[in-house]
């Protein structure tokens, strides 16, 4: 995705580097969605970079190319596709490490999802019976946490794009952020990253005339 111009200097620029397509449309609708109720004062300028397999060396350029087109912060997501602390948090540590002999770990927030984006869709039961169109069965939720995409292909009926975009509509980043830790960590990080709320009195972007 082509970065966006600054509109002005104040202008918080925030960059997410994920695994592929699905990761890429979740977490963009997501982050929006989190912003709009964050309320910052001016709109965030967001780049949503997908890797599509791209070795990890990938990433490093990426937040090099987008370090020097001013962009302040940097949120990289992974599949973790594992619930082991223990294997996570070698993967965070090997990430880590060239970003610190960068001098950019400070700039990069590192979230594993665990054990994918799945989860985060999963927490959501009720944007889960909107897209469905249908209560969810109580094993299906069970099931969820050890064959989540499995699960959900079986409930909306499919998981490609036209699903996901389904389910996204029906997202609320406050329901999730309650029942998975991951999420919670994205969600207080990038609130941070978009600064202080405005004033009661003052503007906000997207609020009323």
């Known amino acids: 995705m082509k970065p966006r111009s600054v509109r002005s200097s104040a202008q918080r620029k925030i960059a997410f580097i994920v695994d592929e397509g699905k990761e890429k449309l979740l977490v963009e609708a997501l982050a929006r969605k989190v912003i709009a109720r964050h309320r910052p004062v001016s709109r965030p300028c967001l780049a949503i970079i997908g890797l599509w397999g791209t070795p990890l060396v990938g990433v490093y350029s990426t937040v090099e190319f987008l370090f020097a ?5 940097f949120f990289i997501l992974f599949n973790a596709r594992t619930t082991s602390r223990r294997r996570i948090s070698s993967v965070v540590s090997d990430i880590l490490k060239p970003l610190i002999r960068m001098r950019l770990d400070e700039k990069v ?10 989860r ?10 909107r897209a ?6 109580e094993e299906a939720l069970a099931r969820g946490k050890s064959h989540p995409e499995e699960v ?19 997202l609320d ?3 999730i952020r309650a029942r998975d830790a991951s999420f919670d960590t994205f ?23």
């Open 187 to 209: 969600a207080r990080a990038l609130e941070d990253a978009l600064g202080r709320r405005p004033e009661a009195s003052g503007p906000a972007f997207g609020s009323a005339p």
């Open 69 to 73: 087109k001013n962009y302040q912060r």
């Open 132 to 137: 469905a169109g249908k209560p969810l069965p």
């Open 109 to 118: 927030t590192l979230i594993p999802l665990v054990p994918s984006i799945e």
């Open 120 to 129: 985060w869709v999963l927490a959501d039961e009720e944007a889960l019976e």
């Open 173 to 175: 980043p406050e329901r």
């Open 152 to 170: 959900l292909r079986a409930l909306l009926g499919g998981w490609g794009p036209k699903e996901q975009k389904r389910v996204a509509k029906y």
